[in-house]
């Protein structure tokens, strides 16, 4: 399975200002990822991908989603960066989300390097 950070670059953590957290975890710094940016795909990789609608309930969470159309809920961050809204607090009910599919084809698509 393609991680969703696959090209996100991480860094040290090891600030002062951090002290006491290092101190309660028991280590001397911590690794963060940095910031992903939402690539926005191109026509013709649009194109490429079947799309499902689906339109947001009460109780829905992107990761059911995942589990429900991909079998898979850690695809959840798939179906976010396709719709442009990031987490679930930016769906309210009646909202239609894209499900974009094959799911390997989209993991590519945000996976690849430009």
């Known amino acids: 399975m393609t ?4 090209n996100t670059e991480f860094f040290r953590n090891d ?19 940095g910031t992903t940016t939402f690539k926005k795909l191109t026509r013709g ?3 490429s991908l079947a799309i499902e609608t689906h339109y947001w309930q009460t ?3 992107l990761e ?3 589990s429900l159309y991909y079998n898979e809920p850690t695809y959840w961050w798939v ?6 809204r990031p987490t679930d607090a930016h769906y309210k009910p009646g909202d239609l989300v894209y499900i974009p599919s094959p799911i390997a084809l989209a993991v590519a698509f945000y996976t690849a390097e430009r």
């Open 79 to 84: 179906i976010a960066r396709y719709n442009q």
């Open 59 to 61: 109780g829905d969470r």
């Open 45 to 47: 990789e649009k194109a």
């Open 15 to 33: 600030g002062q200002l951090y002290e006491n957290v290092f101190e309660d975890r028991g280590v001397p710094f911590i690794n963060q990822y």
């Open 3 to 6: 991680s969703r950070y696959a």
């Open 64 to 66: 059911k989603l995942a």
